[in-house]
């Protein structure tokens, strides 16, 4: 099995290689979507007469707000998860990094399990972080999220095949 586990920095790396492809995809979701509804409601600021007006342009900006941060998640969630899952096992990041996720046994993840993965991530970032900052200082440099599910992320070595 390999014990070449990937330490916060390299993970970290690898995130934010992550972060910036998805943003712009994402950009190109949620954007339109958002203007589309924004074009729809036909709004003017000058129909603010009370407040009760006021309030329902608040309750729209956070539905709207809301939405997209469900749209959010659902992509990187589905994003990861397909890619750890898949022959690669890992994402776009973590490829150029030659890093892979494999549960305890150094066995490749199948969708259900990187599924739990990455849904425990939201653990790890309510917790402001700290279940990403775990994984500094654990053995195998896991972050709450890979504890949870029972996950490695572990440096590719020349032997190991990612089929």
Not at 49 to 57: A, F, H, T, W
Not at 66 to 94: C, D, M, P, T
């Amino acid at each position: 099995m390999n014990t070449n586990y990937a330490g916060f920095w390299l993970r970290f790396v690898a995130w934010f290689i992550d972060s910036l492809i998805l943003g712009v995809l994402e950009w190109f979701i949620i954007v339109p979507i958002l203007a589309t509804i924004g074009f729809a409601s036909n709004f003017s600021y000058s129909d603010l007469q009370n407040v009760e007006d006021i309030s329902s342009l608040v309750a729209i900006g956070s539905a709207l707000i809301g939405l997209a941060w469900v749209v959010n998640r659902a992509i990187l969630i589905l994003y990861h998860s397909v890619l750890e899952s898949s022959k690669f096992q890992g994402s776009i990041g973590k490829m150029a990094l030659q890093l892979i996720v494999t549960d305890v046994n150094g066995q490749k993840l199948d969708f259900g399990k990187a599924f739990v993965r990455n849904l425990c991530k939201l653990i790890s970032n309510i917790t402001l972080a700290i279940g990403y900052i775990v994984a500094g200082f654990t053995d195998k440099k896991q972050a709450l999220h890979d504890i949870i599910a029972g996950t490695l992320v572990v440096k590719k070595s020349s032997g190991t095949s990612a089929s």
